[in-house]
């Protein structure tokens, strides 16, 4: 039986009955069935989406209800179907909504994202957390900028700001991540150890996983539990 959470998210419905959902004439219903197709998507409970089921997501994207459109196009993202790119670029305009469109832009992969993106990351008074994510999305969409800009910003001051960065790094599969974020963890006066042993959890890397089962044998308490959960995650 189908159930729906509160938030509106679905628990435990088929491909069908999500398929059905999406031509609901209840908004929630088909915003809730397009999430639920993306968070299957990026979990890799789903690998691939039948053809027919996809256009009919796709369709979405024209929907009248604006968040129904918005929570279509970051589903299709995790697709990497670009015909979602113009709904997402539109979304960095919007303040609540920017966060969210930037990091799908990075997992779409459409290079014609490439420079709206840039342009985030360059302007003045954007907020230092959407610069970051820009950044990231950069990167991933293997720009030097993005991965320079995140680099860079593993030495700020600003506690969260490089915790944030220390995360992006590994979400973003930059190049140097592995051995930035191993230089971190092995660093006992570093205050981030604990970041960097999860983000290592986000990589699979041989030579992270060593980093934390050297580090592990050598810690306990806060950190040990951490660096427990990224080795498992390399299970």
């Not at 435990?12 to 004439?25: K, Q, R, V």
């Not at 024209?62 to 179907?81: N, S, Y």
């Not at 973003?172 to 006066?189: F, T, W, Y």
């Not at 986000?202 to 992270?208: A, F, H, N, R, T």
Request: charged share 25%; with cysteine; net charge negative.
């Amino acid at each position: 039986m189908t159930t729906s959470s509160p938030n509106g998210e679905l628990d435990g419905a088929s491909i069908p009955e999500l398929e059905t959902l999406m031509h609901s004439e209840i908004p929630g219903e088909r915003a809730a069935a397009a999430c639920a197709i993306g968070d299957r998507m990026r979990t890799h409970e789903l690998k691939t989406l039948d053809a027919k089921v996809q256009e009919t997501l796709a369709q979405l994207l024209d929907d009248p209800t604006t968040f129904v459109r918005f929570e279509t196009a970051i589903a299709m993202a995790e697709l990497h179907d670009f015909r979602a790119t113009p709904l997402l670029l539109g979304a960095t305009r919007s303040r609540a909504l920017r966060l969210d469109a930037i990091r799908a832009l990075g997992t779409m992969g459409d290079p014609l994202a490439v420079g709206p993106l840039r342009e985030i990351l360059t302007r003045f008074f954007m907020p230092w957390a959407d610069k970051l994510q820009a950044a990231a999305a950069l990167c991933a969409l293997k720009s030097t900028e993005g991965q320079d800009y995140l680099q860079e910003k593993l030495s700020s001051r600003k506690f969260a700001e490089r915790a944030a960065a220390i995360h992006f790094m590994a979400e973003s599969s930059h190049p140097e991540a592995v051995s930035a974020l191993v230089e971190i963890l092995e660093d006992s006066n570093d205050p981030m150890q604990d970041v960097a042993a999860r983000s290592l959890g986000l990589i699979p890397s041989p030579e992270g996983l060593a980093a934390l089962q050297r580090i592990r044998a050598q810690c306990e308490g806060h950190l040990a539990e951490d660096i427990d959960e990224a080795i498992n995650l390399h299970r």
